[in-house]
């Protein structure tokens, strides 16, 4: 009996541990207090009913927008297929507002802005690989509870950020930050940016490995500014509608997504 009572007892606590399985990390950014929820390489960033959700198994992402009750939802290809079509749209109607003799010229300019014929499809060069170097300052602080160490990350000789890593014991299950890059990346190229750049570095995707980032300043010609910090780091198990669309709201395409 005692045997049989101490077995169910191991399986009810093997439960509650596979149970909470997710995490929910409070942010204090630029634009004020941010959360980010994560579980089962399932990502969801913003306030409230806003923001985004990233599946990174399936590489897709869903855009949020709460005060018309509709989203989006894609993969890099089809988001940049759609921002193009948009973009087209847009264009065509603003030169009908343009008098006859300007038309032409206004073609030319805007498809020259995007890339010639679609954002992302430009024929320019990609600049070079940047020379990317991690350090280890040695440093260390306690942020959200948990011991971080700073690391310093230069590009081409230049201090580009600070990202401070704590080791955060069953994080790394749940987000694979190799693929949360990649997808942010994709995202970024598709949609006529240039990408992540040197963020993509194997220098820092290996620092991106070993734990959670709990605080990251960025340096630029401004000086430097903090990004984000943790605030606080929350185990809990989440339920599937936390990263999916509320149930009513309508799925649009990316030019009725951003009327």
Not at 212 to 240: D, F, Q
């Amino acid at each position: 009996m005692k045997l049989r009572i101490t077995v169910a007892a191991l399986a009810l606590l093997l439960l509650a541990t596979t149970a909470q399985a997710g995490w929910v990390l409070h942010q204090e950014t630029p634009g004020g207090p941010s959360t980010m929820s994560v579980q089962d390489n399932k990502v969801r960033a913003g306030v409230g009913l806003g923001g985004m959700i990233y599946d990174l198994k399936n590489e897709t992402v869903t855009m949020l927008n709460p005060d018309r009750q509709v989203y989006w939802s894609g993969n890099p290809q089809q988001l940049s297929q759609q921002m193009n079509q948009a973009l087209e749209a847009r264009m065509e109607q603003a030169l009908k507002q343009a008098p006859p003799e300007q038309r032409d010229q206004m073609r030319t300019m805007m498809k020259q802005r995007t890339g010639q014929g679609g954002m992302g499809q430009g024929k320019a060069m990609a600049p070079p690989a940047a020379q990317v170097e991690v350090k280890n300052t040695g440093q260390s602080a306690k942020i959200a509870g948990y011991k971080s160490t700073k690391y310093q990350i230069y590009v081409d000789g230049k201090l580009r950020q600070e990202m401070w890593m704590a080791q955060v014991p069953g994080f790394q299950k749940e987000m694979d930050m190799g693929k949360m890059m990649k997808l942010a990346h994709s995202m970024r190229a598709g949609a006529g940016g240039q990408g992540l750049g040197w963020r993509r570095s194997e220098a820092v995707q290996k620092l991106m490995s070993q734990g959670m980032p709990m605080k990251i300043v960025e340096y630029g010609r401004g000086g430097p500014m903090t990004v984000m910090t943790m605030t606080s780091v929350e185990k809990k198990n989440l339920p599937a509608s936390t990263f999916q669309a509320p149930q009513g709201w309508k799925k649009v395409d990316f030019a009725q997504m951003m009327r």
